[in-house]
């Protein structure tokens, strides 16, 4: 597994019975989690004292309960910061498990002795955005939303990466794909980080068993002659590392070589040190 242990401003505490209680900054939230099915007794005081816990509904969705909680506060990993806020089904504009990701490609990235243009993919508020941007790539940051459009060039701002060159674009994340594709523009590494369900500005549908590998095969038509990385990940039930593989394998090898590894993403657990699995992703790339 592929661990997100070089945090300072994120910890996940503990997990029980469901949920799972954070540490994000100077702020503690309990949110549910669907890999914490166990009922093992909560192991820390912090339980009992929490800044906000979002409490899901036996009819779907879900509500905060907050508890001296500002509207917005920042963290940082390493040379970045993130704007947080609470929003709809438990989210804060934030995956920390996805820094083990930043991690990997960044080093790819600096010792490429190379200008390298990324391509990012449901961009969501820009995490892999700016951790490319801040190693040196050229970065056009694509998603459907305007308004995560918009919190992921205030996390640029607030990063001090403002000026660094890169493309905020609010589209469809396949008919921009195609669009390219017929312009003729190239890319050195592409990161998609597709939904399990969503619908593009203009109410195009996504199903990610339907669409995910069509759009893995489109975008090996984005590469260029000598690409750097491919990165998916996954967050929905069914698509394992070993489907990542056979994709990224099926996809992208047969035209450029390079090796896929792939594997689940997670965070350690503070009070027991154990890791929380928090998705997948698969990793191409030529180096071996």
């Given amino acids: 597994m592929w661990i997100a242990d070089h945090w300072k401003d994120y910890e996940v505490i503990d997990t029980s019975c469901g949920e799972k209680l954070e540490r994000w900054g100077n702020y503690l939230l309990i949110r549910p989690d669907p890999q914490v099915i166990w009922n093992t007794p909560k192991l820390v005081d912090e339980w009992h004292k929490p800044n906000a816990h979002y409490h899901r509904s036996n009819k779907g969705g879900g509500q905060w309960d907050f508890f001296n909680l500002p509207k917005q506060w920042t963290i940082s990993y390493k040379d970045l910061t993130f704007h947080l806020k609470p929003f709809s089904f438990k989210h804060t504009g934030l995956f920390p498990e996805q820094a083990t990701n930043w991690d990997w490609f960044c080093e790819l990235i600096r010792t490429s002795g190379r200008n390298?243009?990324?391509?990012?993919?449901?961009?969501?508020?820009?995490?892999?955005?700016?951790?490319?941007?801040?190693?040196?790539?050229?970065?056009?940051?694509?998603d459907a939303s305007k308004g995560m459009v918009t919190w992921a060039k205030e996390n640029a701002l607030v990063s001090h990466l403002e000026d660094r060159p890169v493309r905020?674009?609010?589209?469809?994340?396949?008919?921009?794909?195609?669009?390219?594709?017929?312009?003729?523009?190239?890319?050195?590494?592409?990161?998609?980080?597709?939904?399990?369900?969503?619908?593009?500005?203009?109410?195009?549908?996504?199903?990610?068993?339907?669409?995910?590998?069509?759009?893995?095969?489109?975008?090996?038509?984005?590469?260029?002659?000598?690409?750097?990385?491919?990165?998916?990940?996954?967050?929905?039930?069914?698509?394992?590392?070993?489907?990542?593989?056979?994709?990224?394998?099926?996809?992208?090898?047969?035209?450029?070589?390079?090796?896929?590894?792939?594997?689940?993403?997670?965070?350690?657990?503070?009070?027991?040190?154990?890791?929380?699995?928090?998705?997948?992703?698969?990793?191409?790339?030529?180096?071996?």
């Fill in 116 to 142: 390298i243009k990324v391509l990012n993919l449901f961009a969501y508020t820009g995490g892999a955005t700016l951790a490319a941007l801040n190693a040196g790539a050229h970065v056009t940051h694509v």
């Fill in 168 to 288: 905020w674009l609010v589209d469809d994340c396949v008919k921009f794909v195609e669009r390219e594709i017929r312009r003729g523009n190239k890319y050195d590494a592409v990161i998609m980080d597709p939904p399990s369900y969503g619908r593009g500005p203009k109410g195009e549908t996504w199903k990610i068993e339907e669409n995910i590998y069509p759009l893995i095969e489109l975008c090996t038509s984005l590469l260029s002659d000598d690409p750097l990385f491919f990165l998916v990940n996954s967050y929905t039930t069914g698509l394992q590392p070993a489907v990542l593989s056979y994709m990224i394998h099926t996809a992208v090898v047969s035209k450029f070589g390079g090796s896929v590894e792939s594997d689940e993403i997670g965070l350690k657990v503070r009070s027991n040190n154990l890791v929380l699995p928090c998705g997948a992703s698969g990793r191409w790339s030529k180096k071996k």
